[in-house]
Structure formats: C-alpha cells, structure tokens
C-alpha cells in the first residue's frame, strides 16, 4: 500500500534525440509543404507544374548551339545531332552579336572607350558606395581595374585594329593599365583622394563616351569653378542663400553664352581631341547605363530638395515643389519621353541643338526625382519631431539640421523606397526605344532580328538581355540589404 | 508629506547666489494655438542664479512657457528678452539665445545615428565651431561630469532611459550656456532612474547655474529651487519660495494641486 507521494530521483536523465517527425528535413518537409490537406495537394500541384516547365524547357537549354552564323545552321546542326524535331537554344546569336548588345553602333575601334569609361565608373563609385569602409573600397578598386583590363584584351582580341602599323588594342591596353594602375594605388595609399576623382568622374566618362575637343568637357568643368568664383565673391554680401543663387546664374550663363566662344577659340588654338562619336551610334547597355546611372545621380540630390520643398514653410517654394512632383507624376513617362524628342525642341533658345540622348536624360531625372521627392517625404515624415526641436535647441541653422540630423536619419528610413525607385528607372531605359534610341531590349534586338541569318530567333535574345538586367537590379537590391544592415544603429 | 525621490543628500549652497543681472524678462507674453489661448498674460523676471521650478497640472502651459524662451514655440504678443536678446522673428537673434540656453527634453531627444559623443562634439563644432580636438576633451570633460565617460562611444540605443538623459544633459552643457531649460526630465523614465538624473541636475544647481525647470519631482524643489511657480490655465497662479509655498500655499487652486501629488 502506496502511503505518500515523496519521490526522489536517483539518477538524472540523459538528453535524447528528438523523434525523427520533429527532426532534419523530415521536420522540415512535414511543417512546410504538407501541414495540411490544402497544402498537400497544393505542394503536389506545384510538383507537378515544376515537372512540366523543367520537361519543356531543359532539353531546350541541353541542346544549346553555341557556334553557328545563322538561325538556319543552328537548326540544322540540332537536327544532325538530336534527331529531327529536337528543340534547341541558338546562343550563337549572343555570341555573334553580343557587342551590338553592350555597345549598339558605337564604331567597333573606339569600344575600348565605353568599356574604360564603365570600368572608371565603379572606381569613381566605391569611394561612395563603400564610405568609410577603405578596405572594401581598396579592394573593389583592384578588381574592378583587373576585370576592365581583361575586357579591354579580350575586345583588342575580338576586333583587332592597327593604327599606323601599332596596335590599337594593345596600346588602349597599356593606357588604361596605367591609368587604373594608378587609381588603385590611390585608393590602397590614400582611399580618401578617390573622392576627387570621383567629383571629376562625369566629365571624364563624358569625355570617354561621346569624345570630340577636350576643350568641351574643360569648358563645362569651367562653369562650376564660375560657380564657386561668384559664391565666394558674393556671399560676403549677400548672404549665403542669394550667393548661391547668383553663381548659379553667372555659370548658366557661362554654359548658354559664353562657353561656346571660348572652347571654340581654344580648339582653334589648340585643337586637341579624339575621335567624336554622334548619340546615334549609343545603343545596347551602353545607352541604358548611361541615361541610368546619369538619371539615378541626379535625381537623387535632387529628390532630396524637392521633398524638402514640399515641406517648406515658404509658400512659393512649396507651391512649386508640389507642383512640379504631382505634375511629373501625374503623367506617364511615355508621354515625357516623346516631349524629350519632339516638343522640348520648340522651348529651347533657337539654334541649340539639344542632344537626344541629353534630353532623355533630363527628363527620366525630373520623373525619377519626383518619386524619389515622396520616398523621402514618407522619412521626414517618419522622423520624431523631438529630433528638429534637439537640432533647434543646440542652435543649429536649418542646412545643419538638415544635412546633419535629419537627412542621415530620413534617407537611412527611406533606403528601401529610394532603391526600388532606382530598379524600376534603370529597367524603364528600355522605353527610350519608343523615341528611337536602341534600348538593349527592343531597340537592339529588333536590328538583330531584322538580319536574314536571324530572323526568325525569339527567345534567346530576350533572355540574355533579361538575364543581365536581373543581374544589375539585384547587385542594387542586395547592396540597399546592405546598406540597411550597416546604418542600423539600434542595437537592442 | 510622501514623496519617493526626496532628497536625502547634503546641498553644497556655497555657489548658490541669485545676482541682480536679469537673465530672462516675459512682459505681457500671450500665445494662441489656433482659437486656444494656451499662455496669458505672463510676466517673469529670471535673475541670473536662480533655480526655478515650475509645476501645475497637465495642460497648464509650463511647457509650453519654457519652449518659448528658446523660441521652439513662437509667442504672439508681449515681449520675451533672453540675456539682452529679444526674441523675435529676427532668425540671427533666434539663433543666438539658442546657443546660450540649454535645453533638456522629456524624451532627451537624442541623436540616433551619432555615437554619445558626436552627438556631444556636433553643435560644439557646426555652431561654436570648436575645432573637433578641442570640442571632444569638452564633451569627454562633460561626461565624465555626467559619470559615463565610458559609454562614449556607444549608440543612444545601446543605453538605459537614465544615462540617456544623463547624456542629454551633458549635450547641452558642451555648448556652454548660461541658461538651462528642463522640460519634464525624468518624467519619461523608470523610477529607479529618476534619482540619477535629479543628482546630475542637483549638481549643477549646486555650480551656480541658471535653471527653469519644468517637473513634478518636488523633493527637487524643495531641496534646490529659490522659487516655485505654479501654473494653471495658461496662467502664472501663484509664486512664492519653495518652503512658503509648500507648507502655506495662498490658493485654492494650488491646495487641491499640492494635495493631489503629494497627499496619499
């Protein structure tokens, strides 16, 4: 007969493994595809779907033709080799054309060009993207300078050319080695001066890109010194706000007016230059990189003073930021783009002939810069108002406030909104096709398709452009993850 | 009388001295927000020295009074003049008293995305511009003054609701002003921390700092305070000196105040 309930444990138990239905993958598969009769028979469903595109498609990409000249001896060398009424992928169209992709109808001797100014680009990129990180920064540098020097031999390999008996290729060869041989020990040695050449970068891809007198891109360098010239002159008297105002003023004249004359009688002077490429050669990756890295810096500071518009307490000045971002917004980009090409002709001073390319680019900024202007609006937004009291209370002047407190906090908050705006303009450079530029997708693919020996090809064009496009927007979409992750400052 | 943060510790009154200098004039003061009229009719005088502390319920308008004197809040009539200064729509003036009054928030209203002691060098180096070395041994002088020299180089989020405002107190010192403006200071933060913030407030009553302190901590007033003022619809009802007014307020108003946060 049990008298009481006194228990004591002589020996403690050892752990022991869990059932194999709470354990590894058995756990996994039981809790996420078949937890429920509604999710079994959905997880069978999607099985069954996966099976069916893999069979469709994976024969097709077996079957890849690498090396043919045309769409006909594709089909043909699949025929030969799996048996008539195979499916096969006809790459070879990439690999014929794959030039008139990246650079459109850049003439083929000049390609080194583009390419050094892509390489130069991320070198004039890290010091920005990477701030404060040297090492990440030295190293993007070094690869960078390695993979566009490799490109640069293997384009010399693919068109070889020789002017007056030197090889072309190699020479752009050893002139880029130096160059980026040089920017790479400035970024090991002292990372911070990157940024110089960084502030300088758009003058030199211009100058890269389109070519002509070097006497333009100095002249247009020229008017910011102008700029910085009259700001100093002026401020003293006028206050800092009115100073800048006139040297904006004295370096749009400078730009309208006066450059012209000046850089003219210099080239005649010195007529130093290199071979000038017209905006109608630009097509393929080259004209989407330019309008979309262009439009993505530009719309970016300037999406900042809208929002800070918006929220003025200046009438005028609020009047015309709200009016400017619900304006852009409130019409299609299409629209915009056709008064790029048509339209904003008759508003410019007569004679100016406005670049197409120019154009476009000022106008995807205006409609990239008004979403960004909301984005940013949403950050204020979310900011507690005890962080502008803070920044009052310690006497700090409405720029401070703004570039020291309130803008690092507001776009941090607005990191996410402001990269999904970027994608989304890098992937609609593809409309410029409807103004006749030779996007990568259509433009180009539509001249490729055109051709006798590919006509007919479908597939494989758009999934190769697609493919680098999907490269690009997710390289952004992970550095904005990262970003997040670097900026976050609440560590509970 | 029951009050948790009494204080129990000696104050040194030795610097204590109310000067006849006038560091702050209200005369006739009215502000409306919208058709409220939030504060009437106020005239103050704050000599140069004085420790005031300023209580009344919820909606009385103290804050709102000392947010006035740093101008985050605009008055609409009367006259306000901070050391010599008077406030106006005139930004250059505005600025000015800003950087010689001090001002400590409720939710301190630190700076997220700077370490403690950036948020300590900034206004010292973009307003005073203290060249950065020089900004950082003050900021260092002042948090260890505060007792969390340690702490400097953490994030706000990485510390407790006491040394935060610790720390905000210690921001305002950097800039060195010659007034202190307290808007609520421990009234955001657990009680065991409350006693923290008042002794680091106690220490610079005791250093001869000018103080308008808005709080509900009267063990505070009575151990610091050369005056209490009492407000209650946007008006001053009654100022007196701390043990006057404690043990022998004049007002109805007042009675029913002082019985309801001190009589359990």
Known sequence: MQKSATFVRKEMLQAQEPPTSERGAIKWVRENLFSSALNSVLTIVGLVAAFLVIKAALPWLLHSVWNANSLGECRDIIAARYGEGATGACWAVVRERWHQYLFGFYP?????????????????????????????????????????????????????????????????????????????????LAPKRLLY??????????????????????????????????????????????????????????????????TGALHSVLPLGTAHVDSDEFGGFLLAFVIGVTAIAASL??????????????????????????????????????????????????????????????????????????????????????????????????????????????????????????????KDTTLVALVGLHDPLQGVTKVVRAAIEWKGIYWEPYIFVGLIFFACCFSMSRYSMYLERKLKRDHR | MSDPHAITREIDRSHMQVSDEVAIQITNMNKW????????????????????????????????????????????????????????????????????????????????????????????????????????????????????????????????????????????????????????????????MIKEVLDTMIELAEEGMTMLCVTHEMGFAQAVANRVIFMDQGQVVEQNEPKEFFNNPQSDRTKLFLSQILGH
């Open chain 1, 108 to 188: 083929q001797e000049l390609f080194w060009r583009p390419t050094m100014a892509f390489g130069l680009m991320f070198v004039a990129l890290a010091p920005v993207l990477y701030y404060g990180n040297q090492r990440v920064n030295t190293i993007m540098t070094g690869v960078v300078s390695i993979l566009t020097i490799l490109a640069l031999i293997g384009i010399s390999l693919a068109f070889p050319q020789t002017i007056g008996g030197v090889e072309a290729g190699a020479l752009a060869v050893l002139v880029a080695a130096l160059v980026l041989g040089g920017l790479t020990a400035v970024a090991w």
């Open chain 1, 197 to 262: 050449f960084t502030l300088l970068y758009p003058a030199v891809g211009f100058y890269l890109l389109w070519g002509g007198s070097i006497w333009g891109p100095i002249g247009t360098l020229a008017g910011f010194a102008v700029l910085v010239v009259v700001y100093n002159l002026t401020k003293g008297q006028l206050g800092v706000v009115v100073g800048t105002g006139a040297g904006v003023v004295a370096a749009a004249i400078w730009w309208l007016a006066i450059q012209s004359h000046v």
């Open chain 1, 301 to 426: 500071p300037m999406g900042i003073l809208l929002a800070l518009g918006r929220r003025s307490d200046m009438p005028l000045i609020k009047a015309l930021s709200v009016g400017f971002i619900e304006f852009i917004r409130g019409v299609p980009l299409i629209t915009m783009l056709f008064t790029a090409s048509l339209l904003l002709q008759y508003f410019l001073p007569p004679r100016s002939n406005f670049d197409l390319i120019l154009r476009v680019i000022i106008l995807v900024t205006f409609f990239s810069a008004a979403y960004i202007a909301e984005v940013i609006r949403g950050g204020l937004a979310a900011l507690p108002r005890g962080q502008y009291e803070a920044a009052d209370a310690l006497g700090l002047d409405y720029w401070q406030a703004q570039r020291l407190i309130v803008m690092p906090q507001a776009l941090k908050i607005s990191i996410p909104g402001i990269v999904s705006s970027f994608i989304g303009l890098f």
């Open chain 2, 33 to 192: 927000y919208g058709q409220f009229h939030v504060l009437r009719d106020i005239n103050m005088t704050v000599n140069r020295g004085e420790r005031i502390v300023i209580c009344g319920p919820s909606g009385s308008g103290k804050s709102t009074l000392i947010r006035c004197i740093n101008r985050l809040e605009e008055h609409q009539a009367g006259q306000i003049v901070v050391d010599g200064t008077e406030l106006t729509s005139d930004l250059k003036n505005i600025d000015k008293v800003r950087s010689e009054v001090g001002m400590v928030f409720q939710h301190f209203n630190l700076f997220p995305h700077l370490t403690i002691l950036e948020n300590c060098t900034l206004a010292p180096i973009w307003v005073r511009k203290i060249p950065r070395k020089e900004a950082e041994e003050t900021a260092m002088h002042y948090l260890s003054k505060v007792k969390i020299p340690e702490q400097a180089h953490k994030y706000p989020g990485q510390l407790s609701g006491g040394q935060q405002q610790r720390v905000a107190i210690a921001r305002s010192l950097c800039m060195r002003p010659r007034i202190m403006l307290f808007d609520e200071p421990t009234s955001a933060l657990d009680p065991e």
